[in-house]
Structures are given as C-alpha cells and as structure tokens.
C-alpha cells in the first residue's frame, strides 16, 4: 500500500529530466502503483509532444508489414509508394497469379498432347492473359482503392504504366517458357506476343475513353472469333501470318500514340482546371 505521495516539484523536475537516475528509478516504480500521483503528473507534461510521439507509435503498430513483393519491388529500385500501389492491384495478388499460372500450363499441356485443337486452345489463352492482367489492374470496377487514387496526388498515369509493367512481367515470361514447348509452326511459340502487345496497348489507350474491363471483353470476343474461325479452317495459326504481324503490329503503334496524345490532352486539361 502506498504511504507517500510525490509533491509537485518533484513530478516537475522527473518530467523535464533532471531528477537523477536514483530519484527517477524510485519515483517511476511509485507512478506505476499510485494511480494519484500519475493524475496529477499529467498536469506537467505537454499535450501536444505526447500526442505526436502516441501518433507515431500507432502509425508503427497498425501500419501492415511490407509484403515479400513490396520489398523485392523496393530493391528494384521504386519507392515505397510505388511498391505499395503496385501490389495492391488485384491482378498481382497470389490466387490471381496461381490462376494465371494454372491455365498458361492447363493450354501448353492440350496443345501439347491435343494437336490441332490444342493448339487452336494455346493461341486462344497466350494473347489474352496480358490483356486480362492489365484490365484488372486498374479500374473503378476492379480496383478497390480507385476511388481514393483519383483523389490522392498522384498521377494515375504513373500507376496505369506501373501496374501494367508489373502484369507484363509477371504474365509474359510465364506464358513464353510455355509456348516453348508447344509443337508448333516455326515461330508461332513466340509470335502471339505481338496480338498480346498490341491488345494490351489497346486496352490502355481505350481506357482514357472507357473503362478497361469493358474494352477488354471487347477485344476477347473478337480474337476468340478470330482464333475460332481459323479454327475450323483447321489451321488455328492462321492468326499469326506475316500480313496479320504487320498489322498486329500497326495496331499496337497506333494504340501507343493515341495513348500519349490522350494522357498529354488530358494533363492540359487538369492543369487548366
């Protein structure tokens, strides 16, 4: 039971540091039983320093730990933020890419072992896998942090290329080693990579206008089309003749351009308003 209670020039001196070690240590273990004596030394403490350091301490203690992504993007080189907006897109998040992952091997396995039809199955899921991954990277009706980008300072142009470039890392590699051993017209295993490029480009450059998602189920239902109708011509690689490169890739072009017109244009008018 407590017999003695601190004075109020002792709890000055102990809150501006100069009671001594001895002092300090008996008149710590005091506070901690004296629920009278800590009241009364609230009064010589200053609000505000208290606050900010119990700010920082609930900063530190709520804040969720960095992922394993988030520091291997830091290394990289892109600063806490961009690491941080980055991985928070659900098409980098783990069962997004286990499933990904999933169908690339689930399609060179058929064209693998199914001939023709497998094969038809590769080139109809190589090309859009990107396409998928970039349009649920960002999005009002994807991104559940969408809302709160717009508002924040941060140039959501910067997070569209950042978040694209992460899908594109993390889907095409994948997809590359796969096509690899589907038996195949020569170079067919890695000539899907200019529809996937250039519906990837149109996705973005469409989603100044609309929104992704939207742009790319439009773009799924033409190349399923396309890949089906060579199909039943029973040459799926028919998609990926040297007329069709050359267009894939002058759509591609086109779509780069019209993105940087679009984000210029729509820079100006930000800034003016």
Known sequence: MTTWHADDALLARYVRGDAGPLLGTSLEQHLL?????????AAHVEAPPL??????????????????LERALARLGLSESDALLVTRAPSLRASWLFGNAATVAFAALGAAWGGTLGLAFFLLVAPLVPVAGVAFAYGPDIDPAYEAGLAAPYPATRLLFLRTAA??????????????????????????????????ATVLAAST???PGVVAVALAVGWVAAVGSASRGQ???AVLTPALLVAY?????????????????????????
Do not use: H, M, N, Q
Request: one cysteine or more; hydrophobic letters at 50%; glycine letters at 4%.
């Open 235 to 237: 040459d799926p690689a």
């Open 167 to 200: 899908v594109l890392a993390t889907s095409l590699p994948l997809t590359v080693v796969a096509g690899l051993f589907v038996p195949t017209p020569s170079g067919t295993p890695v000539s899907w990579l200019l529809p996937a490029l250039a519906l990837t």
């Open 209 to 211: 206008w609309v929104r």
């Open 33 to 41: 039983a004296c629920s009278d004596c800590r009241a009364r030394i």
């Open 51 to 68: 606050e900010a350091v119990w700010v920082r301490v609930r900063e530190r203690a709520e804040a969720p730990r960095p992922s394993l």
């Open 249 to 273: 890739a002058l759509l591609g072009g086109v779509a780069v351009l019209v993105l940087c017109l679009r984000i210029r244009s729509l820079a100006r008018l930000r800034s003016s308003s």
